[in-house]
């Protein structure tokens, strides 16, 4: 009987800590989200957009000129912000070439400024 006792306790133990170890990792997580979301600042990305991007892709971003995508609606930004910067680096099409131009930072404010333009919709 104690025998049984002491191994359902055991077990128990084992299940704490495996909790505890998700609940480490999801903060983990978190952290990590909540650090890239402070290092891009949308709004330093607006002036940006504003200044740069807007004759071609609109205020609301659903595109000013034919060929640009529609970023309210298309899959566009459904990808990495990293895989989107280096295309902003090179150009693409119509698009003119941003690197030198602006630096990783800017770039990834403007990322960010676009992925709340998807959000408005
Ligand atoms: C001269 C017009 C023009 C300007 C200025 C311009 N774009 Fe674009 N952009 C385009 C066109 C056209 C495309 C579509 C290119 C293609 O797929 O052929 C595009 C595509 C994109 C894409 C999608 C790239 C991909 O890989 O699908 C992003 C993101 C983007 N632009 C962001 C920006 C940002 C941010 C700025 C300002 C810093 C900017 N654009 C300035 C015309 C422009």
């Not at 979301?37 to 000129?65: F, V």
């Not at 990495?80 to 800017?106: C, H, N, V, W």
Request: charged share 20%.
């Amino acid at each position: 009987m104690e025998q049984e006792i002491q191994t359902g306790a055991s077990a128990g133990r084992r299940l704490l800590d495996a909790r505890r170890v998700c609940a480490l990792a999801l903060a983990a997580v978190f952290a990590g989200l909540g650090q890239s979301a402070l290092a891009a600042d949308p709004l330093q990305g607006r002036k940006i957009y504003q200044t740069h991007c807007e004759n071609c892709h609109g205020a609301n971003g659903a595109g000013q000129i034919p060929g640009a995508p529609d970023f309210m609606r298309s899959d566009t930004l459904m990808r990495p912000d990293i895989e989107l910067m280096r295309t902003l680096k090179s150009g693409r099409g119509m698009m003119p070439a941003y690197q030198g131009m602006f630096t990783e930072t800017e770039l990834l404010d403007v990322i960010a400024y676009l992925r709340t333009l998807r959000l408005q919709r």
